[in-house]
């Protein structure tokens, strides 16, 4: 491409990466190989980095959580700034950060959940998963939830991963969670819960689900579980067959599938039920959550079920939330791209680029966010040299979010976070307890400052 007649001299190049999850700290190791810029940004709304591998991955799952470790090592660089608890779209707009950079890489992931739009959805006591996850995870901006007092039974909707997590987080024995990085108001919360059964309701067959190995077999190997699936569900069409005998996963999945069905139940305090080919068509109650009506998706005779349950959990898909300044598609919940670059109307948007699910869509593993990363890096590589210079100065945007009294959290303030999560985990014999509060959040850094 040939060079931006305004770039012929040599000036600093700086870049901003929003949102310091998995997807922008790739984006930032790929950019910073790329040896490209001066100077990178890296703005979080969060108090803290790390996105969904702090407040997605589920605190049982330390190692997972430890790719953090991996994920540091860009923003430990020194011509990397951490500028957390900064919105950008509300405290700071995508034009700031056009006019102070030549490269914006916009990374925030997804943040709501899919919609099932059917009757009682809006009822206390019917959730989105990432509401729980939030929750549990001790993201600042949850909603506190209360569990139902008399709760017995939760129903989770969906067939991936996060069905597993949050059918897991709420039947685990609380012994198992006191360990880890959970807040503990949420440990006691669930310590004190009284739930007995966990339905998890998928809308296709057991050779469908989105359900990964390793998160299936943890569920069978939990403590105090009894597993009840009806073995009719698992009855397979010659479809099902040709894919279970050429794909190893689906396989080993459905042989899962079988295996629980023939477990006898041993009385375990705690049950969770598998249902395939079954879509809710209602949350039933008149204030809060009683039951939920579930069809047959296949035509075999089974009749509808009526569930009683307290609480109902989406697990059906996060989607992405519209950054103001940018384009996006409300049906995929996505930033509109191509090989990163943001198209607007058609058109793309010069140094603008998305990366992770808010480009793609929620799907993958942590690791597919760094080949994903990868791909944008050298589109924004490709294009450095014929983008249009930056319409300000490389303007020092600290201040401009100090005079608008937004109380930026540098790297070293994590640091002091980071050390006090660490001091409180010890003293509970846990991982490093997630502070939950911001206001908490902004004393420990003060008490820092002394
Ligand atoms: P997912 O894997 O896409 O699963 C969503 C599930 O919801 C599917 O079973 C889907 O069924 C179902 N669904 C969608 N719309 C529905 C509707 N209207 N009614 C009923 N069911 C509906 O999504 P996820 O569980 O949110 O996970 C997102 C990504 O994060 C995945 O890549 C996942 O592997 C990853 N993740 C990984 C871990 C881990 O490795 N431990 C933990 C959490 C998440 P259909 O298939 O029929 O559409």
């Known amino acids: 491409m040939a060079t931006h007649p305004a770039r012929a001299q040599s000036v600093p190049r700086c870049a901003a990466v929003v949102g310091a999850g998995p997807a922008g700290l790739y984006a930032l190791a790929a950019l910073l190989k790329g040896d490209a810029f001066d100077h990178i940004d890296v703005f979080e709304a969060a108090p803290a980095p790390y996105g969904l591998v702090r407040y997605g991955v589920a605190p049982d799952h330390p190692k997972t959580r430890n790719i953090s470790r991996v994920l540091a090592r860009g923003l430990e660089h020194d011509q990397v700034r951490f500028l957390g608890n900064v919105t950008v779209g509300e405290d700071i707009s995508i034009d700031d950060l056009r006019s102070a950079y030549d490269v914006v890489v916009v990374s925030t992931g997804m943040l709501g959940d899919r919609s099932l739009n059917i009757p009682g959805e809006d009822l206390s006591g019917s959730l989105g998963a990432s509401e729980l996850v939030a929750w549990y995870t001790g993201h600042p901006e949850a909603k506190p939830i209360e569990l139902p007092a ?5 129903t989770v909707i969906g067939a991936g991963n996060v069905a597993l997590d ?18 503990r108001h949420v440990v006691d919360a669930l310590e004190a819960n009284t739930l007995t059964d966990v339905h998890i309701v998928a809308r296709r067959g057991p050779a469908q689900v989105k359900f990964t190995s390793p998160e299936l077999h943890e569920i069978g190997d939990l403590d105090d579980i009894d597993l009840v699936v009806d073995p009719a569900d698992l009855v397979l069409s010659p479809d099902d067959e040709r894919t279970i005998a050429e794909d190893r996963r689906t396989r080993v999945l459905v042989e899962l599938f079988r295996e629980w069905s023939e477990r006898p139940l041993r009385g375990a305090p705690r049950r969770i039920h598998l249902h395939f080919w079954r879509r809710p068509t209602a949350i039933t109650g008149t204030q809060r959550v009683r039951g939920i009506e579930l069809v047959r998706t296949r035509d075999d005779g089974a009749p509808p079920l009526s569930l009683p349950t307290e609480l109902v959990i989406r697990a059906i898909g996060y989607r992405g939330r519209e950054v103001p300044g940018l384009p996006f598609d409300p049906d995929t919940g996505t930033i509109p791209s191509s090989d990163g670059r943001v198209i607007a109307d058609g058109e793309v948007m010069p140094g603008v680029y998305v990366t992770g699910w808010l480009r793609r869509g929620p799907t993958g593993v942590i690791a597919t966010n760094r080949s994903d990363a990868n791909e944008v890096a050298a589109s924004v590589l490709a294009d450095l040299d014929s983008l249009p210079p930056r319409t300000g100065p490389h303007t020092d945007l600290s201040e401009l979010l100090a005079s608008r009294e937004i109380r930026a959290i540098s790297w070293d303030d994590w640091l002091r976070l980071e050390a006090h999560e660490k001091a409180e985990g010890q003293a509970h014999g846990a991982d490093p307890i997630v502070v939950h509060d911001l206001k908490t959040v902004l004393e420990v850094i003060a008490r820092g400052d002394e």
């Open 150 to 154: 008399d709760l017995r039974t939760a």
């Open 166 to 183: 949050v059918a897991r987080i709420l039947t685990k024995h609380p012994s198992s969670l006191r360990p880890t990085s959970m807040p």
